[in-house]
């Protein structure tokens, strides 16, 4: 069953400056995974999440989350935030200061009915690295444990939708790195839907499983994660960042020179991650403009990742640019190269060439 989104909110324009805005969407999306909502600031991504959690009552349409129906105006039917099976997490975990880490986790546990209950705590807690934090104060966490805390609070909720609304941009650099791992866990160890709310490109390349790109309220495109990012005629194919994502497996590590050796259906990538757990999973954004082509495979290169790939299709970016999409074993990869390029390679659909990556461009 899918999750079914039609959602139409006006918000006019006031005397304090506001020019009002409109929220349009019509969205089937999937009942597991993540779903990434992303597009710039003011774009609509939060304002659709409280739409969900029926925090505007002034939307029209429906809301169904499988057999339940939350919301079909069409014959009055709007379920308050208190009836809908919704775990929220903000920007800045909203926790009760007064209580412990383990006193906030009680709290959302307690206010669940024992026959409702699907989400247990000892999983929560083993899931999130919480057990050295239970007895912790609030005021004393750190931003990544206060997050990790809020979103703990939020599962045990036991909900049938998870929303997280740009969960880590109040956390600096290290604390989100050191965050991505606990959320990348979530589907496999609880099926439900998660929606994500950001506008870096980066965090919806590494948790998205579908994406949605929203415009001034408007959804401008949907699909999976590779669709959306592949897609010529996907807005996202258009930015300075495009790129696409390789799930790969993590086949050996180099502790001499600090790199992993990593395996997909397209061959290997060496790649910056000693760290990583070998015999584990790892998404590889590629960039396109970190992308070059060869007609035969360079010798004597200082770069390490050669892989032999076939043009799909060009696509003319702007009067001196091509973005070409490759075929490499079961994935697709993005070039973006001058047209002088593209002409002294004679590149068109069917070409073999040597795609050229090198592995401190890999993200």
């Known amino acids: 069953m899918s999750l ?24 089937d999306l999937p009942r597991s995974g993540f779903t990434v909502l992303f597009g710039r600031s003011g774009c609509g991504k939060s304002t659709l999440l409280r739409c969900l959690a029926g925090l505007e009552k002034d939307a029209i349409g429906t809301v169904r989350i499988g057999q339940s129906l939350w919301q079909d105006t069409s014959f009055g039917r709007f379920l308050p935030p208190q009836q809908r099976a919704v775990g929220l997490v903000f920007q800045e975990g909203v926790l009760f200061p007064h209580l412990t880490v383990r006193g906030n986790l009680d709290f959302a546990f307690k206010r669940v009915p024992a026959a409702r209950r699907r989400i247990q705590k000892e999983e929560v807690i083993d899931l999130l690295g919480l057990e050295a934090l239970l007895d912790r104060a609030i005021g004393g966490l750190s931003g990544g444990e206060r997050q990790r805390t809020a979103l703990g609070r939020a599962l045990l909720t036991s909900p049938d939708l998870l929303l997280l609304d740009e969960p880590l941009a109040a956390l600096d650099r290290t604390a989100r790195k050191a965050i991505f791992p606990y959320l990348e866990q979530l589907p496999r160890r609880f099926p439900l839907p998660v929606f994500y709310v950001t506008h870096f490109l980066n965090e919806a390349a590494r948790l998205a499983d579908h994406l949605v790109l929203l415009d001034h309220g408007v959804v401008k495109g949907s699909g999976s994660l590779t669709q959306m990012l592949t897609d010529p005629d996907s807005p996202l194919t258009r930015e300075q960042d495009a790129g696409t ?27 910056p991650g000693s760290e990583l757990t070998l015999g584990g999973t790892v998404r590889l954004r590629i960039l396109a403009r970190d992308v070059s082509l060869s007609l035969e495979p360079p010798r004597e290169s200082s770069i390490l990742n050669i892989l032999p790939v076939q043009v799909r299709d060009l696509t003319p970016r702007d009067p001196g640019r091509v973005l070409v999409r490759l075929v490499s074993g079961q994935e697709i990869l993005l070039a973006l190269v001058t047209k002088k390029s593209a002409a002294a390679l004679d590149l068109g659909p069917g070409r073999r060439v040597f795609a050229q990556i090198k592995s401190v461009a890999l993200l």
């Open 4 to 27: 079914i989104i039609r959602q139409d909110l006006r918000r006019p324009a006031n005397r304090n400056g506001d020019p009002g805005f409109h929220l349009k969407v019509d969205l």
């Open 245 to 271: 994502v390789v799930t790969a497996e993590v086949a050996a590590l180099d502790e001499e020179f600090h790199l992993a050796r990593l395996e997909f259906s397209g061959g290997r990538l060496l790649a």
